[in-house]
């Protein structure tokens, strides 16, 4: 990212705000995937039901006609499953559009492309949170997501602790470059703090992108969380805990 792009971000988030003051009785864990590829919900899913856990999947319905190296993306079945099993499905825009190079009309249809398609798979279900596709955000889009979702969440890594900017959730990727000290060092401030980690990947394989994680990896988290018997909701049941309104 440039400098003049960071600097935008920076405003944006500076400008825009909707923190909340909030106390929770207890720390919070949530984890969640962006795009969301078939891994995510194979894999990634299958470890978490093994905890009894369950995950928001921000998805862009778009995104498996793009041409992209994270290949293997959902299937409509994985969508389905996730509502039947308790899971979360939330916003990542239709075509995982740029926030800093699109219009806010551009950005007003593309988001409404997205509920579009997925009504078309879930008739009833409507989206009540997003995360900014590539972290990108900007003054006229932050507004217009803060109309439309409960919560936006960045790609800032941090611990959303009083206040909690919902406009602006800060998140920890789990990623290939990420040391599992590092994610168990978060965890623990977490529990010090009685704050809210929400954890974010994309891939979770073997032959993971440099955006995900592997299996193993995922796990050993997973299982962390569980050995302290951490409260682990999806960002909406978070959101819920927070008494944030609908």
Aim: proline content about 3%; some cysteine.
């Amino acid at each position: 990212m440039n400098l003049y792009f960071k600097i935008k971000r920076a405003i944006a988030c500076f400008l825009i705000q909707e923190k909340i003051k909030t106390k929770l009785d207890e720390p919070l864990i949530s984890f969640s995937f962006d795009d969301a590829p078939n891994s995510a919900f194979v894999a990634g899913r299958s470890i978490l039901n093994k905890y009894g856990y369950k995950a928001t999947y921000y998805i862009s319905l778009g995104i498996r006609e793009q041409d992209n190296p994270q290949k293997g993306y959902f299937e409509t079945a994985h969508l389905k499953e996730v509502i039947a099993e308790g899971g979360e499905l939330a916003c990542h825009t239709y075509s995982h559009i740029h926030f800093y190079t699109s219009s806010i009309k551009s950005l007003q249809n593309d988001l409404e492309e997205n509920q579009r398609k997925l009504n078309e798979i879930l008739p009833e279900y409507r989206f009540s949170n997003f995360s900014y596709p590539y972290g990108e955000q900007t003054i006229s889009g932050k507004v217009l997501v803060r109309s439309k979702f409960r919560s936006a969440r960045s790609v800032k890594a941090g611990i959303n602790s009083n206040p909690v900017d919902l406009n602006n959730l800060r998140a920890l990727q789990l990623e290939k470059s990420l040391t599992l000290e590092k994610a168990f060092e978060y965890i623990d401030q977490t529990i010090a703090q009685k704050g809210w980690l929400i954890f974010y990947s994309h891939d979770i394989q073997d032959d993971c992108s440099s955006w995900g994680c592997t299996p193993s990896f995922f796990e050993q988290v997973v299982k962390y969380c569980s050995d302290r018997k951490l409260n682990v909701r999806t960002i909406d049941q978070g959101l819920d805990l927070l008494k944030v309104r609908k």
